[in-house]
């Protein structure tokens, strides 16, 4: 299953996210919406307007959410 977290540069819950997927061994790729514009209407498109969204094949979310990040930890597991 692929993860991506759309994050922008000194975003304090982007980082806090980063380190809860580490810590649980998820893997993520982060696509920077200052940079890309595609990825910037995205996350506009999913109805967010603050960063970071996580998005998974089956969820997608913003902010820091541990208790998202902990629930994906377990499907991946399984």
Known sequence: MSVTVYSK???VQC???YRALDKKGI???VVDVTEDQDAYQHVV???YQQVPVV???QDHWSGY???KISSL???LSA
């Open 45 to 47: 498109g999913l109805g």
């Open 55 to 57: 998005e998974t094949a």
């Open 27 to 29: 893997d993520y790729r």
């Open 73 to 75: 930890a377990v499907l």
């Open 65 to 67: 959410r541990p208790d």
């Open 15 to 17: 980082n806090a996210t």
């Open 9 to 11: 540069p000194s975003c």
